[in-house]
């Protein structure tokens, strides 16, 4: 399995931005779709932003789209998820997640899918 260990979370106001960093290592990372979820407490982890090996092929979900861009560095493998004009209830623990797929632009889509996962990151949006 590829480790990854993200960085970036912080305490911001709303309207603010921030940079999620997921760092991978242990396997060849170009060959791993990649994702971020989230988890508020008392919620069960929900699907945030999704790419594709290759980088060309991205989804988000419908409360973030327009105010985040999920992007990754094969060379450097590292993903990255920039969010701006954050809200209080963007606050989570964001967690990156990795699936091997044999397609360059297949993208999984539920968390049963992703079998690698680190440990989050926690992202808390004052009012």
């Known amino acids: 399995q590829v480790q990854l260990v993200e960085s970036g979370g912080g305490l911001v106001q709303a309207g603010g931005s921030l940079r999620l960093s997921c760092a991978a290592s242990?396997?060849?990372?170009?060959?791993?779709?990649m994702a971020w979820f989230r988890q508020a407490p008392g919620k069960e982890r929900e699907f945030v932003a999704r790419?594709?090996?290759?980088?060309?092929?991205?989804h988000y979900t419908d409360s973030l789209k327009g105010r985040c861009t999920i992007s990754r560095d094969n060379t450097n493998n590292t993903v990255y998820l920039q969010m701006n004009s954050l809200k209080p209830e963007d606050t989570a623990v964001y967690y990156c997640?990795?699936?091997?797929?044999?397609?360059?632009?297949?993208?999984?889509?539920?968390?049963?899918?992703?079998?690698?996962w680190g440990q989050g990151t926690q992202v808390t949006v004052s009012s």
């Open positions: 997640a990795a699936a091997a797929t044999i397609s360059r632009w297949y993208v999984p889509t539920n968390v049963a899918d992703f079998p690698s």
């Open positions: 242990g396997r060849t990372f170009s060959d791993y779709a």
């Open positions: 790419i594709s090996r290759s980088g060309l092929n991205t």
